[in-house]
């Protein structure tokens, strides 16, 4: 069973950066795409980044220039860089795997293995 814990959340100011990571155990990430997703209280969850199994990525327009998604297959882990970070970026973020084809898509109902999520916080 394929297990992901993500870390790296906190507090931060606006503008301000943080790097989450998604760790793996009990499988390789080598084959999945990998997907970050953040949940606020109140909304919907949402798609943020999506990388394939050969780096292809993709991000949502609210991110993209700001959000950097890459991988470590060797440490079996995914990672989010966020910078320039803005209060309504404020959330709960998780990561989450499916065995994807060759396009970065990430479909929030589509993800077969789910962490248990970070709290991002953007406040001064």
């Known amino acids: 069973q394929l297990q992901l814990t993500e870390s790296g959340g906190g507090l931060v100011q606006p503008g301000g950066s943080l790097r989450l990571s998604c760790a793996a155990s009990g499988r390789t990430l080598g084959y999945y795409t990998i997907g970050w997703f953040r949940q606020a209280p109140g909304k919907e969850r949402e798609g943020v980044a999506c990388?394939?199994?050969?780096?292809?990525?993709n991000y949502p327009d609210s991110v993209k220039g700001r959000f950097t998604i890459s991988r470590d297959n060797a440490k079996n882990t995914v990672y989010l860089q966020m910078n320039s970070l803005k209060p309504e970026d404020t959330a709960t973020y998780y990561c989450?795997?499916?065995?994807?084809?060759?396009?970065?898509?990430?479909?929030?109902?589509?993800?077969?293995?789910w962490g248990k999520g970070t709290l991002v916080t953007v406040s001064s």
């Open positions: 989450a795997t499916t065995l994807g084809g060759v396009e970065p898509i990430c479909p929030v109902d589509g993800m077969d293995f």
């Open positions: 990388i394939t199994s050969n780096h292809m990525t």
